[in-house]
C-alpha cells in the first residue's frame, strides 16, 4: 500500500495550482487539487480576464466618439450594464468549465472545498476528509487589503465586488494608484461615469517610470477623471444610497460607489502553516520560499501570489511548471524573475519592460536616454487630444537596451514583443539596423537616432 494517500496535494486552483497540477500528472504522480471558490483562480474569475473584458467594453466609447472625425455618424449609442455583466458571467463560467475539464484530463483530482494542514504531510478537507500527500504545494493567491479599518469601511467595495455591480455607478471614488485602481478608473470612466482617484503618494503608479507615471496622470485626466493625490480616503459617510469620502486633506467627495484598491495580501491565514512547520517572509508577509519555491519545510513548496514575489498570472503559471518538473519530472527549473513585460490596460495602455531611468541610472555608470512624445496619426483625424510616449533605457556602456516603456494604444501588445529583445539582451545598434514597419506607432522603437538625454554619474565623468 503506498505510504500517502497522494503525491501531490495542491491548495488553491488558480493559476499556478492548475498549472502545478496538470505538469505533476503528466509526469505521472498522483494528484489532488483543492479549489474552495472557483476553478480558475482569481486571474481567471476576477481578475485579468474579466478586467480586460470590461477594459475592451469600455474602450467602445472612445471608438465611438472618434468616429466623426472619420465621417461616421452614429445615431446616439447606449449602453446597458446589465447586459455586458451577464454576458462577461457566461464567458467566466465557460472557462471555468475549461480549466475544470483540461485538470480532470490530465488525471488530477479536484476536490471543491476549502483545505488546511494538519501537519506537514496532512491536509484536512472542509468535508472533514483527511487526505495525507508526500509533497504539498501552496498557490492560495492574494486577496484585497482595504488597508485601516477607518470610520464607513463596510461600505467599500473591492475589485472582487466592482466586477459584480448590480448597476453602473453614475459617480464613483476610487482609492489606490496602482494598476488595479487606475484600471478601475479607466474601465468607469470609459462607461461615463464621474471617476474621482484618490492616492495617498505624490503620483500614481510607483515603481513605475517617471515619465510614464507623468504622461499616464495627464492622459486619464484629459479623459475626465479627477486624480487627487497626497490624501487618503479618512471616512465615509452613507446617507441613502449616497455616500460621502472624507479626505485627509479636508475635503470630501459625493458618489454612489466608493471602492478601495490599495494593495492586496498573500492567503497565509488560517492555513495551519505554523503546524506544518512553514515559514513567512517577514519582509513582505508572503510564504518564504527559495529560487525552487521550497519553503522551510522540506515537502512543502509554495508558488504564485502567496509567495508575494511578483504578482502576476504569467509568473505563477511558471512557478507552477518549475515546481512541477523540479519535483516530478527530474529537471531543477529556477523560475527567473528579470526583465518580466508588463501592462496596465489603463486607457491609454502603458506597456513597459526592464529598468525604468532612475533604475538604470543607479546601476550603470553611462545611460542614455531615448523619447519620443507624438499624437498618434489616428488622432489627427479623431482630433482626440491624446499624445503617445516611447522611451528607451540604454546602458550607454554596451550599448544594450535595458528598459521599454510605452505609454498608448497597443503598448501592452508592443511590449510583450519587446520583451524578447530585452531577454535577448539586444543593443540599441540592432534597434537602429531594423527596419521600420510604416506606417506603425511601433516605428518609433526603431527610429529614434539621437539620445534626448546622456546620464554620466559624476565618479565616472572624471
Ligand atoms: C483585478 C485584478 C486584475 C488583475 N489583472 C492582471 C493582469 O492583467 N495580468 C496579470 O498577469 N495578472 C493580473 N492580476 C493578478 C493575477 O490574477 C494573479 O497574479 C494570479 O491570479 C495569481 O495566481 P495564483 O495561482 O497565485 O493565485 P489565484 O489565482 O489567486 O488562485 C488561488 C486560489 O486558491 C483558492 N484558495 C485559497 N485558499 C484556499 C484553501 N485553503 N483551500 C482551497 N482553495 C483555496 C482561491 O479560492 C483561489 O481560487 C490581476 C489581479 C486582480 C485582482
Redesign the pocket.
Known amino acids: 500500500m503506498a505510504e500517502f494517500d497522494v503525491d501531490l496535494f495542491v491548495?488553491?486552483?488558480?493559476?499556478?495550482?492548475?498549472r502545478a497540477a496538470r505538469i505533476a500528472a503528466g509526469h505521472g504522480a498522483r494528484v489532488m487539487i483543492?479549489?474552495?471558490?472557483?476553478?480558475?483562480?482569481?486571474?481567471?474569475?476576477?481578475?485579468?480576464v474579466?478586467?480586460?473584458l470590461l477594459v475592451y467594453a469600455s474602450h467602445i466609447q472612445h471608438e465611438i466618439e472618434d468616429a466623426a472625425g472619420f465621417g461616421w455618424t452614429i445615431p446616439s449609442a447606449s449602453f446597458d450594464w446589465p447586459t455586458l455583466i451577464a454576458n462577461k458571467d457566461k464567458e467566466i463560467a465557460r472557462l471555468e468549465a475549461a480549466y475544470t475539464a483540461n485538470v480532470e484530463k490530465s488525471g488530477a483530482r479536484i476536490a471543491k472545498?476549502?483545505?488546511?494542514f494538519e501537519d506537514a504531510h496532512t491536509l484536512r478537507l472542509a468535508t472533514g476528509e483527511a487526505v495525507t500527500a508526500k509533497y504539498v504545494l501552496i498557490?492560495?493567491?492574494?486577496a484585497?487589503n482595504h488597508g485601516p479599518a477607518i470610520p464607513g469601511i463596510e461600505h467599500v467595495i473591492s475589485?472582487?465586488e466592482a466586477f459584480h455591480l448590480p448597476q453602473l455607478p453614475d459617480r464613483i471614488v476610487i482609492q489606490g494608484g496602482g494598476?488595479?485602481a487606475l484600471?478601475?478608473a479607466c474601465i468607469f470612466a470609459g462607461f461615463g461615469s464621474e471617476v474621482t482617484l484618490v492616492y495617498r503618494g505624490d503620483n500614481v503608479l510607483r515603481g513605475f517610470d517617471e515619465d510614464v507615471r507623468a504622461h499616464v496622470r495627464s492622459e486619464m485626466e484629459k479623459n475626465g477623471i479627477t486624480i487627487l493625490t497626497g490624501c487618503t480616503v479618512d471616512k465615509i459617510d452613507k446617507h441613502g444610497r449616497e455616500f460621502t469620502s472624507h479626505l485627509s486633506n479636508g475635503s470630501s467627495v459625493a458618489s454612489d460607489q466608493v471602492m478601495f484598491?490599495i494593495g492586496?495580501h498573500p492567503?497565509v491565514g488560517?492555513?495551519g502553516l505554523e503546524k506544518a512547520g512553514v515559514a513567512i517572509n517577514p519582509n513582505n508577509g508572503g510564504i518564504a520560499v527559495d529560487g525552487f519555491s521550497k519553503t522551510s519545510a522540506p515537502s512543502i513548496y509554495a508558488?504564485?501570489?502567496?509567495t508575494h514575489r511578483v504578482?502576476?498570472?504569467?509568473?505563477?503559471?511558471r512557478e507552477?511548471h518549475a515546481f512541477a518538473d523540479t519535483v516530478f519530472g527530474k529537471r531543477s527549473v529556477e523560475v527567473d524573475h528579470h526583465d518580466i513585460a508588463?501592462?496596465v490596460?489603463s486607457q491609454p495602455e502603458v506597456g513597459t519592460v526592464g529598468l525604468t531611468e532612475a533604475q538604470a541610472r543607479a546601476q550603470f555608470s553611462h545611460v542614455d536616454i531615448y523619447k519620443a512624445n507624438f499624437k498618434p496619426m489616428k488622432a489627427t483625424m479623431s482630433g482626440r487630444d491624446t499624445r503617445v510616449l516611447m522611451k528607451l533605457v540604454v546602458d550607454a556602456g554596451t550599448d544594450r537596451v535595458v528598459g521599454c516603456h510605452i505609454v498608448g494604444e497597443g503598448a501592452a501588445e508592443m511590449v510583450q514583443l519587446l520583451g524578447i529583445a530585452v531577454r535577448m539582451k539586444a543593443k540599441k545598434a540592432d534597434f537602429d539596423a531594423t527596419m521600420a514597419l510604416h506606417p506603425t506607432a511601433a516605428e518609433e522603437l526603431v527610429t529614434m537616432r539621437t539620445p534626448s538625454a546622456r546620464h554620466v554619474r559624476e565618479a565616472a565623468a572624471e
Open positions: 491548495i488553491g486552483g488558480g493559476s499556478g495550482g492548475v483543492a479549489e474552495e471558490y472557483r476553478m480558475g483562480g482569481t486571474c481567471v474569475i476576477r481578475g485579468c474579466p478586467k480586460k472545498t476549502r483545505a488546511v498557490a492560495t493567491g492574494g484585497p475589485s472582487n494598476y488595479i484600471e478601475f484598491a492586496r492567503n488560517g492555513l508558488i504564485g501570489d502567496v504578482n502576476l498570472t504569467p509568473v505563477a503559471i507552477g508588463t501592462a490596460f
